[in-house]
């Protein structure tokens, strides 16, 4: 995900230049991983630019912090105002929008109480998250890295200390020859990838793990169920072991930057047939309409004027 080197940020209730978008070295982030942080995707839709499914992101984000005892500075509905400025700022008509907040400049130590809250809201243009697997299908492997255990760090948290375990699984793919791992619970059981959630189509039916599984909430993974359930496919959210992924017909990845990205293998093992699947192609042209048409029945895009 390359960066862009200028444009304009919105940082503690000011539009900033990019250079100046800075924090202390001393700052309680730097030194205990006290961020949480959405990633929000806006789209070019034939009806114009729209932010796809910003009141939910907002609101994973509120609750992020609430696990940690940190409350949100602003209002919802001024950090989706703040959402849509930034994109305008940037004359961005589709992108990758970072919403963050971290704990500052104030004490040092393990309790981050005595910090302040920081907020900035960045915004830059992106394309496929994976690459040319967008087409050609993922290439993954199974994580040698388990997923943290839901009574140590609280995966419904969107929090950067979190993404300590998904970046050591990430690098290890990357330093195989992988694209994206897949990683197990401590039971062995399929939680999800380093930056998305997990389907698995087996027999006409549609699995991914239940919530419990040491998962992020994504809102890419509500809007795959809710669109299946309108399809008409039969949807299962149970444990999935680990000896599914090599029997099954479909898996495909799901979350905001990697929007819905079919997986072509497992540790070098074709899925299916090797070949996208039916149910995948329905779900990602369904994503189309929304995304691309702006035909929404859900009511999903919130619009840029």
């Known amino acids: 995900m390359k960066l862009p ?7 503690n209730g000011e539009f900033i230049s990019w250079q100046d978008a800075k924090l202390h070295v ?8 006290t961020s949480w942080f959405e990633g929000i995707r806006a789209y070019h839709t034939k009806r114009g630019t ?3 499914r910003l009141p939910e992101h ?10 940690y005892h940190t409350t949100l500075p602003y209002t ?9 400025e930034v994109l305008r700022r940037n004359n961005l008509s589709a992108g990758y929008i970072r919403p963050i907040a971290w704990r500052g400049y104030g004490e040092m130590g393990i309790s981050p109480l005595g910090c302040p809250v920081e907020v900035a809201v960045a915004a830059w243009e992106l394309g496929a998250y994976l690459g040319e697997a967008a087409e050609r299908g993922a290439d993954v492997c199974i994580s040698s890295w388990n997923r943290l255990p839901p009574n140590t760090m609280p ?20 330093r195989n020859g992988y694209d994206e791992a897949l990683t197990l619970d401590v039971d062995g059981n399929v939680s999800e990838a380093s930056g998305a959630n997990v389907f698995v189509v087996y027999d006409g039916v549609l699995y991914t793990p239940p919530v419990a599984d040491s998962l992020l909430l994504g809102i890419t993974r509500d809007t795959v169920l809710t669109l299946a359930r309108d399809l008409l496919i039969d949807i299962r959210e149970t444990l999935i072991p680990r000896g599914m992924i090599h ?6 990845l799901a979350g905001t930057a990697m929007e819905i990205n079919w997986v072509r293998s497992v540790d070098k093992q074709p899925v299916g047939n090797g070949t996208q699947g039916e149910i995948t192609k329905k779900l990602k042209t369904r994503m189309a309409d929304i995304t691309h048409d702006g035909i929404d029945p859900y009511n999903w895009l919130s619009f840029v004027s």
């Open 50 to 52: 729209a932010i796809f």
């Open 58 to 67: 907002i609101r994973r984000w509120e609750r992020s912090m609430k696990i």
């Open 155 to 174: 995966a419904l948290a969107k929090a950067g200390g979190n993404y300590m375990n998904a970046q050591l699984m990430k690098m290890e793919a990357l």
């Open 5 to 11: 080197t200028t444009g304009i940020i919105w940082m």
């Open 247 to 252: 029997i099954a017909d479909e898996i495909f």
């Open 76 to 84: 919802g509905h001024e950090m989706e105002e703040v959402c849509k």
């Open 26 to 33: 001393l700052s309680h982030v730097v030194h205990y991983g």
